[in-house]
């Protein structure tokens, strides 16, 4: 069994979940998010990262956002 958070390279790209984002991709997407020009596919490209963890991602931010932490 893999420890959390270690991405197995061989299922990159399948219907597997990505591993998370480091902090700053995880920022930068929110900002991007934020903004309204981007789409969750727009900013998998820029950041290339897959696009399941950007969802994730600003799934996360919206959650804290409404709860306040």
Avoid: Y
Avoid at 41 to 62: G, K, N, W, Y
């Amino acid at each position: 069994m893999k420890p959390l958070g270690i991405v197995d390279q061989r299922l990159k790209g399948s219907s597997a979940m990505a591993g998370p984002m480091d902090e700053m991709k995880a920022l930068a997407a929110i900002i991007l998010w934020n903004s309204g020009h981007f789409d969750t596919f727009d900013i998998h490209q820029v950041l290339d990262e897959p696009e399941d963890a950007v969802c994730r991602t600003l799934h996360a931010a919206r959650h804290v956002a409404k709860r306040g932490g």
